[in-house]
């Protein structure tokens, strides 16, 4: 695969589709069974409570995972991403409910850099706060 965006085609601003991602309780569990992390913060809600958080929490990684697919989707070939990295700033909290919780994410290209490379910003919000900083993307397009 190769990207699908071109480099010419693209400004400093230019924004990515922003995307809603679910994650429920069966979601985490999927994830853990998938990564062997079976942290009990994760899929406990007694134990996430008495260790100081407001119930199960989302991986970070799983979050992180979520968020890089607004930018696989937009080039069109996840070879594409060259670097990648964030900051955990907040979990995202997951009830146990029907609903769960989303994480909406959002991206645009901050910087164009040399050889056919972008840098995209990436912002993760879930129930109105930050969960991801310092989220950026290097990406090589066509």
């Known amino acids: 695969m190769t990207a699908k965006i071109a480099y010419d085609d693209v400004e400093v601003g230019t924004e990515l589709p922003a995307q809603t ?7 985490l569990v999927q ?4 990564s062997g992390d079976f942290n009990p913060i ?3 809600e007694k134990f996430a409570v008495e260790v100081g958080l407001p119930d199960v929490i989302a991986h970070g990684m799983f979050t992180m995972a979520e968020a890089i697919r607004v930018v696989t989707d937009w080039v069109g070939d996840p070879g594409a991403v060259v670097e990648y990295g964030v900051r955990f700033t907040k979990p995202v909290v997951v009830p146990n409910d029907d609903k769960g919780a989303t994480v909406e ?10 050889d056919n490379t972008v840098r995209i910003d990436l912002t993760a919000m879930s129930a109105g706060q930050k969960v991801l900083g310092m989220s950026r993307a290097v990406v090589r397009l066509a």
Do not use: I, Q
Not at 21 to 27: G, I, K, L, Q
């Open 31 to 34: 994830y853990a069974g998938a």
């Open 105 to 114: 994410v959002s991206g645009k290209v901050a910087v164009k850099l040399d």
């Open 21 to 27: 991602f679910p994650v429920t309780r069966a979601t």
């Open 42 to 44: 994760h899929w406990n």
